[in-house]
Each structure stands twice: as C-alpha cells, then as structure tokens.
C-alpha cells in the first residue's frame, strides 16, 4: 500500500537528519580514539549525545519504554560479565553505540519509507514488531562467535548454493567496516545485494520480467544498476536502492586494493554504512517475514 506524501517527506527529513547525526558521530569518535583527553571533542559530544537524544526521543513518541529510548540509554552502560549493569563505558565507545542506535533508526524509517509499515500514522510510532526484529538483529549480532553456526539470513535466496556464500560475505562485510576498512566493506555488500537481486530475477524469470522493461540477453550481462531497477519495477523490491551512494553503484569498477591497479576510489564511513543499510532493507523486501 502506497503511504501518505507527507508521512513519506517526514521519514525523509528524519533519515537526512539521522545520516548527519551518523557522520558528526564518526568524526567524532576519530577525535576521541585520536586525543581522548582533549577538551574540544568531549564538549562537541556532549553537544552531538543531546542532539542524538532529542531525535531519539522524537522518534520513541517520548517514551521511555520504547525500544529506541531503551537502547539509546543502554549505550551509556557498561555491562558486567553476568550482564548487571557496571560503571560508563569509554567515550569513543559510547559514540559507538549511540552510531549504532541511529542506524537501527535508519533501517526502521527505510522500511517504513519503502511502504512496510504504510498504516503507521508517523516516524514516531514504531510498532512493536519492528522493536522485536530490531532488537532480534542486533543480538544475532552481538552473540555472533567464530565457533557458532551462521544464522539463516538467506534461507530465501532461492539457489541454496549461494546461501552459504553470501552468509559469509556478510559476516566479512560487517568485520570489514568493524576494522575501518570502508572500501572493502562497502564492496562486499554492494556484490551481497546484487547476488540476492539476481537470484531474485532468474527465479522470477525473463518472460515475467519482459512486463518491468527489462532488457533482452541474460541477466548476468546487464549492469549492477538495470538489475536493481528491473527488480524494483517487477515489485521483487521496493525503492530502498535510491539511498545507495553513487560510490555503490560503480562498486564494480573500485580497483581491489591488493592487486595495486589504477586509483582507489574513495570510499567514507558513511557510503559504507548507507551501503549495508540499503542491504538489510533489500533483504526484508525479498524475504517479508524476517
């Protein structure tokens, strides 16, 4: 169901803020990791944590018991080993965590923008269910160890020997950013979301996708970008792609830092992080019930 035009410019004035809110806090954590006794960014984040707890605040309708609410003030604790709360975490650590809270924002109002949750009246009211699938993920996340077995984000990809593959390149996509390197990072989920988009295409078939202006040849020939426009115009996904970066889109073209040819393009923390967002929006398009 198509959602309301203002509720839709709402949730877009919501995701410009939040993706600034995003940017200021990954300088800002920079300059703590870098000095993290300086004056001048402790009192810039001081500023930039009330910035973050008006919008979060705005977002939760106000209250306290809301999942955002609840999980923007986790991320000034530092639990225990048996879990109980202890004293503050570090600053960088902090923005860290709030960084993290203001992409579960992100995700959610992505979702909503895309007509998921249309009968929502705004931003404001999240629905319960999206706090359990909000709160689902990020403890897969969490919990997440080397000798455990890799959860099934991709039981819907429909070729069950690319499941395994990109469930891996997930857990490296994620690890690449955790390390800072944005390149590599932004690259692994922009070839996750068009391996998911192909699958999606080839199970949907040439001759149901002639009605969505697809073009004649194999679908392996045609570009990363006609991919995800023939699947948004065959309904297989919605319009969450419009937030890919343009850094995204020409991820084919980015040199692989190891093979030492041409110019690295450039890539920020946030490309990358706007990357996996669009990612995980994509992922509940093709697979509704996660």
């Known amino acids: 169901m198509p959602i309301d035009e203002n509720l839709r410019a709402q949730i877009e004035t919501y995701l410009s803020h939040l993706d600034g809110l995003i940017s200021r806090g990954c300088q800002l954590r920079d300059a703590l990791t870098t000095d993290p006794s300086s004056a001048s960014p402790i009192a810039a984040t001081r500023a930039w944590q009330e910035d973050c707890g008006v919008t979060i605040n705005q977002l939760s309708g106000g209250?306290?018991?809301?999942?955002?609410?609840?999980s923007f003030s986790e991320a000034f604790?530092?639990?225990?080993e048996d879990g109980r709360a202890a004293e503050g975490a570090e600053p960088a650590e902090i923005v860290t965590r709030l960084?993290?809270?203001?992409?579960?924002?992100?995700?959610?109002?992505?979702g909503m923008g895309d007509g998921a949750s249309a009968t929502e009246s705004s931003p404001a009211s999240l629905s319960a269910s999206q706090s359990a699938s909000q709160s689902a993920s990020k403890s897969a996340a969490q919990s997440a160890a080397n000798e455990a077995p890799p959860p099934h984000r991709f039981d819907f990809v429909h070729n069950p020997e690319l499941r395994p593959?990109?469930?891996?390149?997930?857990?490296?996509?994620?690890r690449a950013l955790e390390q800072k390197d944005y390149d590599l990072a932004l690259r692994t989920s922009c070839g996750i979301l068009e391996a998911i988009v192909t699958d999606a295409l080839a199970y949907k078939g040439l001759g149901a996708l002639a009605a969505a202006e697809a073009p004649a040849g194999n679908i392996a020939d045609w570009s990363f970008n006609t991919r995800l426009a023939v699947a948004e115009k065959a309904g297989l996904i919605r319009n969450g792609c419009a937030r890919l970066p343009a850094v995204a889109r020409t991820y084919r073209d980015h040199p692989d830092a190891d093979a030492g040819g041409g110019s690295k393009a450039t890539v920020s923390e946030r490309d990358a992080r706007q990357a996996g967002q669009v990612l995980n929006v994509v992922m509940r398009d093709l697979d509704p019930g996660r």
């Open 99 to 110: 960084i993290d809270v203001l992409e579960q924002a992100v995700a959610t109002l992505s």
């Open 63 to 70: 209250s306290k018991a809301h999942w955002l609410a609840r």
């Open 165 to 174: 593959v990109v469930e891996q390149a997930y857990l490296d996509s994620r």
């Open 77 to 80: 604790l530092m639990r225990s």
